[in-house]
């Protein structure tokens, strides 16, 4: 009779971002009204982002890779222009950037269930300028499946392999240390009376 094997557990610094992108994807979708299809392309992409900064890769690695490349052959370069485009884009000005190849201007064109959309390209006064400039569709259903079949990849490989599960662990501590806001000197004293002021006790 074998001997049962245990599981090695998961790092929790990847359980804790794996199960707030999942829930929050799901949340958001389930809206009725307005399709939130820049909400779910900043999350995706920002999502992408700490994945592939917890493996200490690019920044655009899984989204270009896992997402685009994997599943739809687009080659890892037009991966990273099209994550750059959406990640900053949306972050820094809520619209997507252009991406400029040569004397072209292309669009990223966001979409909402238009899975046979996906990754096509159609020319377009997408500007309103009198303009016809080509769009890239990048269908969100789509890649909110393939951000989810990445995650449940990436779990088993962390199953399996402890020495990964390690890496990400250690990365993820890393990571913790370097995203931090410090505060100037010149704003500690006003930062100690606001946490004074503001401190709630709670009652038992």
């Known amino acids: 009779m074998k001997a049962n094997r245990s599981v090695p557990d998961l790092p929790q610094v990847y359980v804790e971002l794996r199960d707030r992108i999942l829930i929050h994807l799901a949340q958001i979708r389930k809206t009725q009204k307005k399709h939130p299809e820049y909400a779910v392309a900043l999350m995706i992409a ?6 592939s900064r917890l493996r200490n ?5 899984v989204f270009a890779r896992e997402l685009l490349a994997r599943p739809h052959r687009v080659n890892e370069a037009v991966g990273r222009a099209l994550f750059q485009a959406v990640r ?20 990223v064109v966001i979409t ?14 997408w ?11 990048l269908d969100m259903e789509t890649m909110c499946a393939d951000l989810g079949a990445y995650l449940k990849r990436l779990t088993s490989a ?4 402890s020495r990964l599960a390690r890496q990400v662990e250690q990365q993820g501590k890393r990571l913790d240390q370097r995203y931090m806001v410090s505060i100037k000197a010149e704003s500690l004293a006003t930062w100690q009376r606001f946490l004074k002021d503001r401190h709630v006790w709670l009652q038992r």
């Open 46 to 51: 920002v999502a992408s982002e700490a994945l």
């Open 57 to 61: 890769r690019r920044r655009s690695t």
């Open 88 to 107: 900053h884009g949306l972050a820094h000005r809520y619209d997507t950037a252009l991406i400029t190849v040569g004397k072209q201007k292309v669009v």
């Open 112 to 125: 909402w269930r238009r899975p046979s959309m996906h990754l096509r390209v159609r020319s377009g006064d």
């Open 127 to 137: 500007l309103h300028d009198g303009v016809q400039r080509p769009g890239v569709y």
């Open 158 to 161: 962390l199953r399996r392999d």
